[in-house]
Every structure is written in structure tokens, then in C-alpha cells.
């Protein structure tokens, strides 16, 4: 990998280490910023814009008032025990963060070179080599960020490193074969093959998805398929059969395929955001609810 590659800058937002459900073994998940689709019962949404954004934890706050002295446009105000942001105006500039010694404020993502990244992946060498492990890139979507994405792999790659990609496939092919060479495997999240459901609840139609999935399982590339079962949208068992028999059409045949519950651990993410979580009231699948769609993916 060359020093040009080597400066190639990502906007990343979390990397996660001894990770143990993105892929075999043990892994380390890098999270990127950016995502094309709005699926409205997303469990990442600090990774739905390609942006860095402010976060604020409500139970962290102390009322101090450091954050409302360093805003250079007077966007934190504390009123009657509250604390409110105008975050309409917020610069994502995080002077207020550097103030704030109690982890009330985050920044929600961070510009990172290659050169900077690769050392922390590496570090974890030794346990990738004793599971079968190795770096897996997630999001948000990693293919928003193509040349990033394709220089990270390559990276990995060249110093050994099996490489997992985590895609909802909503992208250009000519993005997706870009990075090909350098990706071990292809996790891929289906959501629902009805096109106006999809695009109800995603803000896309899947017509390039499909395709894009047809075109990869045609390069032999392995690939598992996970699919989010997410209540009044896909959790009926014909719903999840209709997925698995579209996947046993596939020229390569799919590695696995993965149920994802629906849960509602991302309601306190939605909230340090500003915003509102349209699946909150949505209730998590039983057990055995979940068990008769996972019969129903075994077509
Ligand atoms: S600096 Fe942090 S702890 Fe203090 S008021 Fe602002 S958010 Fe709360
Ligand atoms: S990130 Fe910058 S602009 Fe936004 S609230 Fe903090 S200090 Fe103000």
C-alpha cells in the first residue's frame, strides 16, 4: 500500500474491538458514517448521516454550565434544571465537548487517516489468528465511502488480515467490484423483497439491491445473508420464506442466513441525538416467535 493510500481520510463513528457477531472469530468492527437508506427502526442512527454530529446523554449532564460558556454561537442554554440545544445551528465544531468533563457531550464521529486506523486493527493480530478472526467495516454504510473503504480493506488485506464487509448493497456496482479483490466475505442485510414495502420503510425501492446481490453471488464472492425481523414488516413466516427462497435462487449459495431481532436498545441513541425513534413502541419478537421464522428461512 502506497503513502498516498496510506492518507486517505474516513469519517468513522465507532471501532469496536473483541467483536463476536459481525463475522467469524474475533473481530474488530469499524463503524462509517453514511448511510443511503432510512430504515425507520434503525439500530445505528449516529451512523445514518455522513456528518460528525453532537451527542448528549441527559443522565450525564451535571448542570454546570462549561457548555454554554464555550458555544461561540449560544446554542446550550439551562433554563428551570433543563438543559435544551439548539441544534438547528450546532457547527459540529465540539468546543463545548472539550469543555464538558462529565461525557454529557460526544461527538458523534471522527475523520481518520489510514495511516492512524490500521495500527489500532493490527493490534488485535494475534487474537484474529487464534479464532479466525479479523476486521469487519459496518456503518451506517462503508460503501459511502468507497475509496476509503477499498483502501482500508486493501490494507488489511496486505498485512493478512481476513476482511468482512457489512452491506445493505444500495450502492453502484462499480463501487462494489472496486473492493472486491480485498473482501474475505459479504454480509448482507435483506430486509423484505415487496418493493413498495421496502420502500416504505427504508426510503428506497430494493430493485438496485437485488440486483447488486444477484451480481455478487455471479463473482462466487462468499456471502451471508442477515435479515432484521422487525415487527408489522417482515416478521411473518411467508415474509421471511419469500427471502430465503429469493436466496436459494442465487448462484452462489449463501454461506448462512441470519435472523436479527428487532430490539429497542437504541432509543437512548435516538434521544442524544435530538431526535425521535419511530420504533419505539414497537415490541421485540419472543423467542419463539423468532424460532418459527428462523424454520421458516430453512426452505
Ligand atoms: S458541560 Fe457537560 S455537564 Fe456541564 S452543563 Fe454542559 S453538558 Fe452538562
Ligand atoms: S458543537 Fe460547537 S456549535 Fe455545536 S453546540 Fe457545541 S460548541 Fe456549539
Redesign the pocket.
Known amino acids: 500500500m502506497n503513502q498516498k493510500s496510506q492518507e486517505i481520510f474516513g469519517l468513522i463513528f465507532n471501532v469496536q474491538r473483541f467483536s463476536i457477531h459481525d463475522g467469524p472469530g474475533i473481530r474488530t468492527t469499524v463503524f462509517f458514517k453514511g448511510c443511503p437508506l432510512r430504515c425507520f427502526w434503525c439500530h445505528n442512527p449516529e451512523g445514518l448521516d455522513l456528518l460528525p454530529a453532537?451527542q448528549y446523554w441527559d443522565h450525564r449532564c451535571t448542570r454546570c454550565g462549561a457548555?454554554v460558556a464555550?458555544?461561540?454561537?449560544?446554542?446550550?442554554h439551562l433554563e428551570a434544571g433543563e438543559h435544551r440545544?439548539?441544534?438547528d445551528?450546532?457547527?459540529?465544531?465540539?468546543?463545548?465537548?472539550d469543555q464538558c468533563y462529565s461525557g454529557a457531550?460526544e461527538?458523534s464521529g471522527r475523520r481518520v487517516r489510514i495511516s492512524e486506523l490500521l495500527p489500532q486493527l493490527l493490534a488485535d493480530q494475534p487474537f484474529f489468528a487464534a479464532s479466525g478472526g479479523g476486521v469487519t467495516l459496518s456503518g451506517g454504510e462503508p460503501l459511502m465511502q468507497p475509496q476509503f473503504a477499498r483502501a482500508l480493506l486493501q490494507a488489511c488485506k496486505q498485512a493478512g488480515v481476513h476482511t468482512a464487509v457489512q452491506t445493505c448493497a444500495q450502492t453502484s456496482w462499480a463501487h462494489l467490484r472496486s473492493i472486491l479483490p480485498w473482501v474475505d466475505l459479504f454480509l448482507i442485510d435483506i430486509k423484505v423483497l415487496d418493493p413498495v414495502m421496502h420502500e416504505q420503510c427504508t426510503g428506497k425501492s430494493n430493485r438496485r439491491i437485488l440486483e447488486n446481490v444477484r451480481r455478487l453471488a455471479d463473482t462466487s464472492a462468499p456471502l451471508v445473508f442477515r435479515i432484521p425481523v422487525i415487527p408489522g414488516v417482515n416478521d411473518r413466516p411467508e415474509t421471511i420464506a419469500e427471502i430465503a427462497r429469493f436466496v436459494a435462487t442465487l448462484r452462489t449459495p449463501a454461506l448462512t442466513v441470519e435472523l436479527v431481532p428487532f430490539h429497542r436498545l437504541a432509543t437512548d441513541k435516538y434521544r442524544s441525538l435530538g431526535w425521535t425513534y419511530e420504533a419505539a413502541d414497537l415490541c421485540p419478537l419472543s423467542a419463539k416467535a423468532m424460532d418459527s421464522l428462523r424454520a421458516a428461512a430453512r426452505i
Open positions: 453532537l457548555c464555550a458555544c461561540p454561537h449560544q446554542l446550550h440545544i439548539d441544534r445551528r450546532c457547527a459540529a465544531c465540539f468546543l463545548c465537548v457531550l461527538p
